[in-house]
């Protein structure tokens, strides 16, 4: 069993920063890509950043510049640290990893934490 937790959601002003934070637990042998995704009402869950197990790194065109993807091993955690947040930032952000399990590989999805941007 393999539980994922997002956590650092809030409300902020246009040009403020947050941070999200999301951990796995559970028994795996690894995890191989960590993701973050958003999902605005009405629109498609979209990918926002990810990273591999060998720390490359992805963005969307929409966060680059302004949103940083990095990992701890240590801790199974993934961050995402959002800078220059606009109102169109505004949805529910998920997490999503991929864990090795014997020989396997499963993907996971957090629950979810909602980020509000004013203007």
């Known amino acids: 069993q393999v539980q994922v937790v997002e956590s650092g959601g809030g409300l902020v002003q246009a040009g403020g920063s947050l941070r999200l934070s999301c951990a796995a637990s559970?028994?795996?042998?690894?995890?191989?890509?960590m993701g973050w995704y958003r999902q605005a009402p009405g629109k498609q869950r979209e990918l926002v950043a990810g990273?591999?197990?060998?720390?490359?790194?992805n963005y969307a065109d929409s966060v680059k510049g302004r949103f940083t993807i990095s990992r701890d091993n240590a801790k199974n955690t993934v961050y995402l640290q959002m800078n220059s947040l606009k109102p169109e930032d505004t949805a529910v952000y998920y997490c999503?990893?991929?864990?090795?399990?014997?020989?396997?590989?499963?993907?996971?999805w957090g629950p979810g934490t909602q980020v509000t941007v004013s203007s």
């Open positions: 990273i591999t197990s060998g720390d490359s790194t």
């Open positions: 559970g028994t795996f042998f690894s995890i191989n890509t």
């Open positions: 999503k990893i991929e864990v090795v399990i014997t020989t396997h590989q499963y993907q996971y």
